[in-house]
Structure formats: structure tokens, C-alpha cells
Nanobody, 116 residues
């Protein structure tokens, strides 16, 4: 079955960096676009970044452009989210996602807290 396992979250000061990882299994990873979402307390889940199966196409929400970078390693079945210049408003639970055969699959999420 499809499994997505995120890691790499934590507490970081404003201006700091974190790299999130999502290890995928149970499907042919290289064939599917992957996405990172986040959900802050009291807010709806929002799409942060997406990457195509081969990794040649990426998209970002405006609020993270120039600060976050999504990438993938198809040999390791892993997608990453490099987050630089973090701001308090980036505080949220970050989720890895794949949409496969009309089903959205989600990881358990990893907490990112940006605070001094």
C-alpha cells in the first residue's frame, strides 16, 4: 500500500533553514507528481510546492517563492523541501502528498515551528 513518511521538522529561529524529507513506498514513485502541503492552526491546508515525476517542473505558492525549493531523488523514492529564510508565518504541520488513481494519499505530517 502507499506510504508516505515525513521527517525533518523542528523548531527553528526566524531566518533559519530546515530540510524536510518524505520517503515514499507502495507505488512507482518516478511516475507521479509529488506535493508538499501545510496546515497552520485554525487555517485550511494549503499547497506549498509541487514537482513533476521526472523533477523537471516545479511550482510554488507565492508566499514561499525564492525561499523554498522542492526536489526529488527517484532512486531513493524521496521528495524534499528545502526551506530557507524561514518566517514565523511558515509555522505549520507540513504534509507530503501524492494523488494516485483518484485517491489523495497523505503522510502523518511533520511540525515546523519558527520562533525566537
Amino acid at each position: 500500500q502507499v506510504q508516505l513518511v515525513e521527517s525533518g521538522g523542528g523548531l527553528v529561529q526566524p531566518g533559519g533553514s530546515l530540510r524536510l524529507s518524505c520517503a515514499a513506498s507502495g507505488f512507482t514513485f518516478r511516475l507521479y507528481a509529488m506535493r508538499w502541503y501545510r496546515q497552520a492552526p485554525g487555517k485550511e491546508r494549503e499547497l506549498v510546492a509541487a514537482i513533476s515525476g521526472a523533477g523537471g517542473s516545479t511550482n510554488y505558492v507565492d508566499s514561499v517563492k525564492g525561499r523554498f525549493t522542492i526536489s526529488r531523488d527517484n532512486a531513493k523514492n524521496t521528495v524534499y523541501l528545502q526551506m530557507n529564510s524561514l518566517k514565523p508565518e511558515d509555522t505549520a504541520v507540513y504534509y507530503c502528498n501524492v494523488y494516485r488513481l483518484s485517491i489523495d494519499y497523505w503522510g502523518q505530517g511533520t511540525q515546523v515551528t519558527v520562533s525566537s
